[in-house]
């Protein structure tokens, strides 16, 4: 269970960092850091940013209550497969010409990352739960 509060944890961090970072200077993250053409509008990026931090906080959440919630880091494995899937599409097939493919390979290598550490976590969880 340590591996996978670990991860929540470490995950909650790095979710929580990146929302706050694209709902407060979401054109000099997407637009000047990784070279993405500006939107017309950054709402949408803000409110992404938003739930992103919504999203750690209830990381953290479940880590901590982990031995009764240990089943809900599936909705997370969810997330970061889904994630990691979209921004591997992006990199590869959606980008607009001379936009840089850099942030979408670092989404799509994190979240990866994390959906392995999860279902790591997971069967080290399962393994140690008595049946129910």
Do not use: K, N
Not at 7 to 14: I, K, P, Q, W
Not at 62 to 88: D, H, K, P
Not at 92 to 99: D, K, R
Request: glycine content about 8%; some cysteine.
């Amino acid at each position: 269970m340590r591996l996978l509060q670990r991860v929540l944890l470490l995950m909650a961090l790095v979710w929580a960092v990146c929302g706050a970072a694209i709902a407060v200077a979401p054109s000099f993250m997407l637009v000047t850091l990784f070279d993405l053409p500006e939107p017309p509008d950054f709402g949408y990026v803000r409110v992404a940013g938003v739930l992103s931090i919504s999203l750690a906080l209830l990381m953290v959440m479940i880590s901590r209550r982990l031995a009764e919630l240990w089943w809900f880091t599936w909705a997370f494995v969810l997330a970061a497969a889904g994630s990691a899937m979209v921004a591997l599409l992006t990199a590869l097939f959606g980008l607009p010409e001379g936009a840089s493919p850099l942030l979408w390979w670092i989404f799509a290598g994190a979240s990866a990352a994390f959906t392995i550490g999860l279902l790591a976590g997971l069967a080290q969880t399962g393994t140690e739960r008595p049946p129910i």
